[in-house]
């Protein structure tokens, strides 16, 4: 079973921002971009699966985040590709907060 990682705390993302876990914190393969959205926290592969674009630096409104690049879009509860070009979605993992604690468990699939 994968750990949980502190990222942060309640209140340290802003609406529709986020902030990026760096692949050498998380384990994973990719940076993980850390999102609130309408009230939630999202957690997300940070690459856009068209080219490598930081997808923490794109739009984020209602729940979704769109490529700085090439305005795919992405669902932040699922991860799932909602426009083109991108080929295909991006892994999601699970985020809470424990306390204030803002708790990132990351994907397994997603592990390098």
């Not at 994973?28 to 926290?41: C, E, K, L, Q």
């Not at 990351?106 to 390098?112: G, V």
């Amino acid at each position: 079973m994968t750990e949980s990682i502190k990222v942060g705390v309640a209140g340290d993302i802003g609406e529709d921002e986020a902030l990026v876990v760096p692949r050498s914190v998380s384990g994973t393969r990719d940076d993980i971009a850390v999102v609130f959205s309408g009230g939630r926290y999202f957690a997300i592969d940070n690459t856009c699966t068209h080219e490598e674009a930081a997808l923490a630096e794109g739009w984020i409104e209602a729940g979704c985040v769109e490529c700085p690049l090439h305005a795919s879009t992405f669902r932040l509860s699922d991860g799932a590709v909602l426009g083109p070009p991108a080929p295909k979605g991006v892994a999601t993992h699970t985020i809470a907060l424990e306390g204030e604690a803002l708790m990132l468990t990351p994907n397994p699939a997603s592990l390098a």
